[in-house]
């Protein structure tokens, strides 16, 4: 069965600090893997993914994940913060049954940006 | 762009009330899926439908049912409101079953429900 954790339901960081985000999955299959990110009061808007292609993903507003087969990782990073990154992230893998595909989601991290 | 509207943004409903939530999207998506998200909880699945008239129980589907009559339209209903009820409700939209599962979901914006 696929699943995700997220480790660190809260994470502070400094402006201009790097950003690290982690999260491990557990996956039968080739993982596809995704993080989204949710601003206050909003729905979720996909950062980035990773489809067996190239192992470091670049996604938006900064954002990159390496796809770590060995350590089953999908960690998020950015190098350095700013105020407007606040907001939760959400890492997701595809799980696929007879009735399609679907995301299992982790547990979501909030991030704060101190000034 | 694709777009996910839902119908409410906030709602108020009294306990054993039956309340509707409409999604709607606009890229005709085969798929569409209904999620609570609570806190720490993240988002859990509800139901979801990959096609008109098809519908499957995700994770959590007591309490809730839903219906897709059209192929851009899926109504979550909560036959009659709890207050354990009360949660964010996000809908979401994504290309057809029978592809790989490379595509991602898009989200609408959420409904915030509350039930006293």
């Known amino acids: 069965a696929q699943s995700v954790t997220q480790l660190g339901s809260h994470v502070s960081v400094s402006e201009g600090a790097l950003v690290l985000l982690r999260c491990n999955y557990s996956s039968s299959v080739p993982p596809y893997l995704f993080w989204y990110v949710q601003y206050p009061n909003q729905g979720l808007q996909l950062l980035l993914k990773y489809t067996s292609a190239a192992t470091l993903v670049k996604g938006i507003n900064g954002f990159e994940a390496e796809f770590k087969k060995s350590e089953t990782s999908f960690h998020l990073t950015k190098p350095s913060a700013h105020m407007s990154d606040a907001a939760e992230y959400f890492c997701?893998?595809?799980?696929?049954?007879?009735?399609?595909?679907?995301?299992?989601f982790g547990g979501g991290t909030r991030l704060m940006v101190k000034p | 762009d694709v777009k996910v509207t839902q119908s409410s943004r906030y709602l108020v409903k009294r306990t054993g009330e039956k309340v509707f939530l409409e999604c709607v999207q606009d890229?005709?998506?085969?798929?569409m899926f209904w999620y609570r998200q609570d806190p720490g909880l993240g988002l859990r699945l509800i139901y979801f439908?990959?096609?008109?008239?098809?519908?499957e129980k995700g994770d959590i589907p007591e309490g809730y049912s839903v219906s897709r009559e059209k192929k851009e339209r899926f109504s979550l209903i909560l036959e009659s409101a709890s207050t354990n009820q009360t949660s964010m409700y996000l809908c979401?939209?994504?290309f057809g079953r029978g592809v790989a599962g490379e595509y991602e979901q898009y989200f609408g914006p959420g409904t915030r429900l509350t039930v006293t």
């Open positions: 890229m005709d998506h085969e798929n």
């Open positions: 439908s990959y096609d008109v008239k098809m519908k």
């Open positions: 997701a893998v595809r799980i696929y049954n007879n009735a399609g595909n679907m995301l299992t």
């Open positions: 979401a939209s994504s």
